[in-house]
Nanobody, 119 residues
Framework: QVHLVESGGGLVQAGGSLRLSCAAS????????MVWYRQVPEKQRELVATVTSRGTTRYADSVKGRFTVSRDNAKNTVDLQMNSLKPEDTAVYYC?????????????WGQGTQVTVSS
């Protein structure tokens, strides 16, 4: 069983910074892509940033130049450094991991962490 646990959310003023972390627990994990999503009430979950096992990253246009995703394969962790935060970044942020179990990829989600940016 794989568990993802996020941390680092909170309340910050516009222009400030937060760093989110996500740790995957489980023995002998082989994790493909790790992703940060976010969601606000009554809207679809939005992809924020992805990082592959080789370190290739991709960002939503809305966060390019402000957010940085990084990953530690040895520790099975993924971080999201968020700078120059805007009120529209307010959301619940979720960590996602695609994990190989045998030859199959399985989806795992964290419980989410609230980020609130005040104007």
């Amino acid at each position: 069983q794989v568990h993802l646990v996020e941390s680092g959310g909170g309340l910050v003023q516009a222009g400030g910074s937060l760093r989110l972390s996500c740790a995957a627990s489980g023995s002998g994990l082989s994790i493909a892509t790790m992703v940060w999503y976010r969601q606000v009430p009554e809207k679809q979950r939005e992809l924020v940033a992805t990082v592959t096992s080789r370190g290739t990253t991709r960002y939503a246009d809305s966060v390019k130049g402000r957010f940085t995703v990084s990953r530690d394969n040895a520790k099975n962790t993924v971080d999201l450094q968020m700078n120059s935060l805007k009120p529209e970044d307010t959301a619940v942020y979720y960590c996602y991991a695609a994990v190989f179990i045998g030859l199959s990829l399985h989806d795992y989600w964290g419980q989410g962490t609230q980020v609130t940016v005040s104007s």
